[in-house]
C-alpha cells in the first residue's frame, strides 16, 4: 500500500505527463525548476485537477478520469508543507498546529497537540508567533501542523530551501526519525541532489513534465539511463 501517480495535465503550453509510485517510503521528485514538480504536489493534493489519469492512496482511488472518480481536496487526507510554510502569523504555536487538526475531537486533538509539541520541539513555545521563532522551529511547527490530523501522505515542497545549510542536515534528519513514527509515503520536492540522496528511500528525476528514471537514489547517481539525467547531475553537483 503506498501511492501511485498516473496521470497528464496541460497548462499554459507546458504538459506534464509523469507515471510513478512509492510504498509507504520517502520519494525525492528531482529535478531543475520548472520540471512540473510542484504540479505534481498540487495534484496529488486535489488543489488542481489532472486533464486525465489515475491516483491512489494507500489503495483509495483520489482521482480517476476513466471512471469520474475527484474526491475533494478536504477529504484527500493529505499533509502538505508549502515551500513558504504558510504558518498563519496571527496565530500561536498551539493554534497553528492545531488548524491541521479540525475536524478530530477536542480530547484527541488536545491529547495530539501535547504529544506533536514534545516530539517536534516545541515544548516552551506554545504561546509564541511564527516571527518569534527560528527558521528551524517554524519548520517543525508545520511539519506538526501537517501531520495532526493523520494524513494518509505528506507532501513537502522544498520546504528547507530557505534554511541555512547546518539547519538543512538537522531537518533532513529530523524528517527520517518522523517517517518511522508515520509510516506513510512522503513526496519531497527539491533540486538539491544532496538532499535528495541524504533522505530518499527513492527518487524521481524530473525532465520537463516528465519522468527520466526512478530508482534508489545511488543508482540514478552512478548509472544515469540517458544522457539527460546524466547531465543533470552533473551540472546540480557542480553547484
Not at 3 to 15: D, I, P, R, Y
Not at 63 to 90: C, E, I, M, W
Not at 100 to 117: E, F, M, Q, T, Y
Request: proline share 4%; with cysteine; net charge positive.
Amino acid at each position: 500500500m503506498g501511492l501511485v501517480v498516473n496521470m497528464k495535465k496541460t497548462l499554459q503550453g507546458f504538459t506534464l505527463d509523469v507515471q510513478w509510485e512509492v510504498e509507504k517510503e520517502i520519494v525525492v521528485l528531482f529535478g531543475s525548476s520548472g520540471a512540473g514538480k510542484s504540479l505534481t504536489l498540487q495534484l496529488i493534493a486535489g488543489l488542481d485537477v489532472p486533464d486525465k489519469g489515475k491516483i491512489v492512496c494507500n489503495g483509495i482511488t483520489l482521482f480517476d478520469s476513466s471512471t469520474n472518480v475527484n474526491v475533494p481536496v478536504q477529504r484527500r487526507k493529505s499533509g502538505y508543507v508549502f515551500q513558504n510554510l504558510a504558518l498563519f502569523p496571527h496565530m500561536t504555536v498551539w493554534n497553528n498546529i492545531a488548524y491541521g487538526g479540525k475536524g478530530l475531537a477536542k480530547n484527541d486533538l488536545h491529547k495530539k497537540l501535547i504529544r506533536l509539541i514534545e516530539e517536534f520541539q516545541m515544548k516552551g513555545y506554545e504561546n509564541k508567533y511564527p516571527n518569534e521563532l527560528s527558521g528551524g522551529q517554524k519548520q517543525r511547527v508545520a511539519l506538526a501542523r501537517a501531520l495532526i490530523g493523520e494524513p494518509s501522505v505528506l507532501l513537502l515542497d522544498e520546504p528547507f530551501s530557505a534554511l541555512d545549510n547546518l539547519l538543512r542536515v538537522q531537518m533532513r534528519g529530523f524528517l527520517k526519525e518522523i517517517h518511522k513514527e508515520f509510516k506513510i509515503p512522503v513526496v519531497l520536492v527539491t533540486h538539491d541532489l544532496a538532499e535528495a540522496c541524504n533522505v530518499a528511500d527513492k527518487i524521481v528525476v524530473y525532465g520537463i513534465g516528465n519522468v527520466l528514471q526512478s530508482g534508489k537514489p545511488v543508482d540514478v547517481c552512478k548509472y544515469p539511463l540517458t544522457p539527460e539525467v546524466a547531465a543533470l547531475v552533473n551540472v546540480i553537483e557542480e553547484k
